[in-house]
Each structure stands twice: as structure tokens, then as C-alpha cells.
């Protein structure tokens, strides 16, 4: 069974930065894309990034180019989005997702960044 | 940037049939991807590629997509049905994925 469990989240300041993690476990973590989307309070869903199976190719939302960096460590199993600069309009519960092909088959439960002075 | 529109709400009465629409430009030309949000909890893949159902989720969801819009339907719908549900497609000219606004269903 696919899992995937995110965590990392918290209460930050305005400028500061956070690094989110997700563990996988129940498939082969190094031959599956992973992404990471987020969810503002009572908003919409908001594709943020994609890191392929390798971690060779990226692909970053234009509103958080710059800023967020996704990577991961296939000997851990584990996928990373490192949040730099924070800002208040990135409040937003982030999930994990596992790629397949052009859609997402798999979520993490989510973790919740506030960003508030 | 490609934009999905979607119906802010629908509503149904329970045992009867729920149609969510996405639209956007030359929508034939991508695959389509819905999945269901109930509240609270992390979103769930309920159709992809526009009309095939992941295991484990029932024959009374279904998708289809002939012109425009795509269209999320669901058969004999029960209270567990209501949720928000987001179509989803996936930008291959600029390597992004694009979800729609979500569409509340309220079942009546």
C-alpha cells in the first residue's frame, strides 16, 4: 500500500524559511515523479512543484519560482520542499503527491504552514 | 497560463445524477484528471485520463470528454458524495499542472 506522510510544518515569520519533508513507503520511491501542492485556507487546489524520479528535472509553479526548491533523497525515500523567504500568501496546507504520468494517484495528509508576524 | 473553469456549486438529490463541468481552450488536446476532497481530508483521484477510474473507486463515477467541456458525472449519488471536486489537467508547453477552481456538490 502506498503511503505517503508529510511533515515539517509549523508557525513561521514573514522572511524566515522551512523545509517540508515527505516519507513514502509501499512502492518503488526512485521510478515514480513526485510533486508537491497546496491548498490555501478555504481555497482552491494550487500545483506548486514536480521533481522527476531521478531528481534530474524540476518544475516549479511561475508563483513560487525563486523561492521554493523541491528535491529528494532516493536512498531515504523521502521528497523535500525548501520554503525560502516566506511570505503571508504562502499559508496553505502542502501535500505531497505521487506522480503517475500526467496525474496524481497517490496524497500525502498534508502539513500546514502559517506564515504570521 | 492555461486556465479550468469549473462551477462553483452543484446540488443533487440523493439517488440522482450529478454532472460537474471544466472547461478550457482546446480541452480535447489534454487529459483530463478529477479528483474528490471531502472536508477536512487530502484529495483522492476518482477519474483519470479523462474516462478511467483507479481501483477501488465505484462504477458510478464516471468521466467523459467529448469537445468541450469535460465532465465529471456521478450516478445515484449518496451523502457520502458530497465534496469539492477538482478537474486537473497537465500543461506539457510549459511542464506545469493546472488544477480547476472545484466545484462544491451539495447533496440535497
Known amino acids: 500500500e502506498v503511503q505517503l506522510l508529510d511533515s515539517g510544518g509549523g508557525l513561521v515569520q514573514p522572511g524566515e524559511s522551512l523545509r517540508l519533508s515527505c516519507g513514502a513507503s509501499g512502492f518503488d520511491f526512485s521510478t515514480y515523479a513526485m510533486n508537491w501542492v497546496r491548498q490555501a485556507p478555504g481555497k482552491g487546489l494550487e500545483w506548486v512543484s514536480l521533481?522527476?524520479?531521478?531528481?534530474?528535472?524540476?518544475d516549479y509553479a511561475d508563483s513560487v519560482k525563486g523561492r521554493f526548491t523541491i528535491s529528494r533523497d532516493n536512498s531515504k525515500n523521502t521528497l523535500y520542499l525548501q520554503i525560502d523567504n516566506l511570505r503571508a500568501d504562502d499559508t496553505a496546507v502542502y501535500y505531497c503527491?505521487?506522480?503517475?504520468?500526467?496525474?496524481?494517484?497517490?496524497w500525502g495528509q498534508g502539513t500546514l504552514v502559517t506564515v504570521s508576524a | 497560463s492555461y486556465v479550468l473553469t469549473q462551477p462553483p456549486s452543484v446540488s443533487v438529490a440523493p439517488g440522482q445524477t450529478a454532472r460537474i463541468t471544466c472547461g478550457g481552450d482546446n480541452i480535447a488536446d489534454y487529459g483530463v484528471h478529477w479528483y474528490q476532497q471531502k472536508s477536512g481530508q487530502a484529495p483522492v483521484l476518482v477519474v483519470y485520463?479523462?474516462?478511467d477510474r483507479p481501483s477501488g473507486i465505484p462504477e458510478r463515477f464516471s468521466g467523459s470528454k467529448s469537445g468541450s467541456p469535460a465532465t465529471l458525472t456521478i450516478t445515484r449519488v449518496e451523502g457520502g458524495d458530497e465534496a469539492d471536486y477538482y478537474c486537473q489537467v497537465w500543461d506539457s508547453s510549459r511542464d506545469q499542472g493546472v488544477f480547476g477552481g472545484g466545484t462544491k456538490l451539495t447533496v440535497l
Open positions: 521533481i522527476s524520479g531521478g531528481g534530474g528535472t524540476t
Open positions: 485520463a479523462d474516462s
Open positions: 503527491a505521487k506522480s503517475d504520468r500526467y496525474w496524481f494517484d497517490s
